[in-house]
């Protein structure tokens, strides 16, 4: 079983609709959860990024953390074609001798047509 | 944020070769990682390179293969030594920003070994 689960999709949307993405985890040390999106030929980029359980919001995004549940969620509201691209969760522990060492899940494929 | 360069943006080499990869950042950090993104997968942690310390390389990856250089703050090389086909990948480093725990990305090298 790989410590961070994520459906690679692909994911197809109309325009304007509210997209849901998701990944669960095994590992209870992860403390640090991020969204990246990585467009094709692009290194990731930063989205979103949390500590410990609850929401952020970033203007059409909001990421969610229930550490009791091992899940994350990452919504995107009223998407957008410039949306498309491959969406990763990441995550990391608190210290110790992997510090700083982020696990990925797969990457879901996100389309967003007009 | 941090803004991270790398050189060559691609290459195509010849088996049995090597290639050195460069990372630039626009400021000084701690921590820095190597990742590599084979086609149509995520990313696998290579190594951590930390300024004065040898790198730390994760399970599945050797420093005759990889070896990597930290002479500053700022910037560090990945070798991809020995090349086969198998090594055709996408070679990402990273940074860890000392204060806020986020990770930022450079736009990656993308190798194609014949």
């Not at chain 2, 420093?63 to 700022?74: A, G, V």
Request: aromatic share 12%; glycine share 8%.
């Amino acid at each position: 079983q790989k410590e961070v689960e994520q459906d690679p999709g692909p994911l197809s949307v109309p325009e304007g609709a509210i997209v849901s993405l998701n990944c669960t985890y095994s590992n209870s040390a992860f403390q640090y959860f991020m969204w990246y999106r990585q467009y094709s030929r692009k290194g990731p980029e930063l989205l979103m990024y949390t500590y410990s359980s609850g929401n952020k919001e970033d203007g059409r995004f909001t990421a969610q953390v229930d550490k009791s549940s091992k899940y994350i969620s990452l919504f995107i509201r009223d998407s957008q074609p410039s949306d498309s691209a491959t969406y990763l969760c990441a995550m990391k522990d608190a210290g110790g001798t992997s510090y700083g060492k982020l696990t990925f899940g797969q990457g879901t494929i996100l389309t967003v047509h007009p | 944020s941090a803004v991270i360069s790398q050189k060559p943006s691609r290459d195509i080499c010849q088996r049995g070769t090597s290639l050195t990869i460069q990372c630039q950042v626009d400021s000084q950090v701690t921590m820095m990682f190597w990742y590599r993104q084979q086609p149509g997968q995520s990313l696998t942690l290579i190594a951590t390179a930390n300024q004065g310390s040898e790198a730390t390389y994760e399970s599945g990856f050797v420093i005759d293969k990889f070896p990597i250089s930290r002479p500053n703050l700022t910037f560090s090389t990945l070798t991809v030594s020995n090349m086969s086909p198998e090594d055709s990948s996408i070679y990402l480093c990273s940074v860890d920003t000392d204060a806020y725990n986020e990770q930022f990305f450079g736009p990656g090298t993308r190798l194609t070994v014949l």
